[in-house]
């Protein structure tokens, strides 16, 4: 089992920052990957940003440059820095971990991200 806790989300303005964190623990020792994706009202869930045990990132083309994922493998937790936030990247933001083993994937619970105009 694994667990993860998400922080982080809240209301902003267009143009203002937020970062969220998600902290795993549990059976971590097969975790591969960590992620962030986000799901917007009426839309289907869409990756935002990954990042490898070896540090190796993906981002949706929408985000490059704005933001940042990152993680602290000492402290098993994904970081998710947001600047030059848009309307459009309003949302539930969930924290995603891929693993070696059964069941191979977890998410979070969410945490919702809203930028106002």
């Known amino acids: 089992q694994v667990q993860l806790v998400e922080s982080g989300g809240g209301l902003v303005q267009a143009g203002g920052s937020l970062r969220l964190s998600c902290a795993a623990s549990?059976?971590?020792?097969?975790?591969?990957?960590m992620g962030w994706y986000r799901q917007a009202p009426g839309k289907q869930r869409e990756l935002v940003a990954a990042i490898t045990t070896a540090g190796n990132t993906a981002y949706a083309d929408s985000v490059k440059g704005r933001f940042t994922i990152s993680r602290d493998n000492a402290k098993n937790t994904v970081y998710l820095q947001m600047n030059s936030l848009k309307p459009e990247d309003t949302g539930v933001y969930y924290c995603?971990?891929?693993?070696?083993?059964?069941?191979?994937?977890?998410w979070g619970q969410g945490t919702q991200v809203t930028v106002s105009s």
């Open positions: 995603k971990v891929d693993m070696t083993t059964a069941p191979y994937v977890y």
């Open positions: 549990g059976s971590i020792f097969s975790i591969v990957a």
